[in-house]
């Protein structure tokens, strides 16, 4: 789910870039440039997500998403709902995680306890 989060915000980021040229002083290539590194910093953050400090980056581009709002004040909103998004795939896979995690213990336990065929292979 985090994944598409970040995948979902590196496609409103970039296009978000693009609307800097039309609300703000910076030029074409600079608003470009930041709405192109933005969003490729979400794809990295949702391919890194397997490894060591993906969840982090993933953490980082919320920031920096809701950082844009004080170039543009409507990424504040943008960054609330994909902020939220983001803490709610990220909490709710970490439940799920820990939960699959205790049933393969407890169906261990039960194969284990009836001595049934699937404990002895």
Same mark, same amino acid.
């Given at each position: 789910?985090? /994944?598409?989060?970040?995948?979902? $915000?590196? #496609?409103? *980021?970039? =296009? +978000?870039?693009? @609307?800097?040229?039309?609300?703000?002083?910076?030029?074409?290539?600079?608003?470009?440039?930041?709405?192109?590194?933005?969003?490729?910093?979400?794809?990295?953050?949702?391919?890194?997500?397997?490894?060591?400090?993906?969840? /982090?980056?993933?953490?980082?581009? $919320?920031? #920096?998403? *809701?950082? =844009? +709002?004080?170039? @543009?004040?409507?990424?504040?909103?943008?960054?609330?709902?994909?902020?939220?998004?983001?803490?709610?795939?990220?909490?709710?896979?970490?439940?799920?995680?820990?939960?699959?995690?205790?049933?393969?213990?407890?169906?261990?336990?039960?194969?284990?306890?009836?001595?049934?065929?699937?404990?002895?292979?």
């Amino acid at each position: 789910m985090c /994944a598409a989060m970040l995948s979902l $915000q590196a #496609v409103v *980021l970039f =296009l +978000g870039g693009l @609307v800097l040229t039309g609300v703000t002083d910076i030029g074409f290539a600079a608003a470009f440039g930041t709405g192109l590194g933005l969003a490729t910093l979400s794809v990295v953050a949702a391919g890194m997500l397997g490894r060591r400090g993906g969840y /982090a980056l993933g953490w980082a581009v $919320q920031v #920096v998403t *809701l950082a =844009l +709002g004080l170039v @543009v004040p409507m990424m504040f909103l943008l960054g609330i709902v994909f902020g939220s998004l983001w803490a709610g795939a990220y909490f709710l896979g970490q439940k799920v995680d820990r939960e699959k995690a205790e049933r393969a213990v407890l169906e261990e336990q039960w194969q284990a306890d009836t001595g049934s065929p699937e404990a002895a292979g």
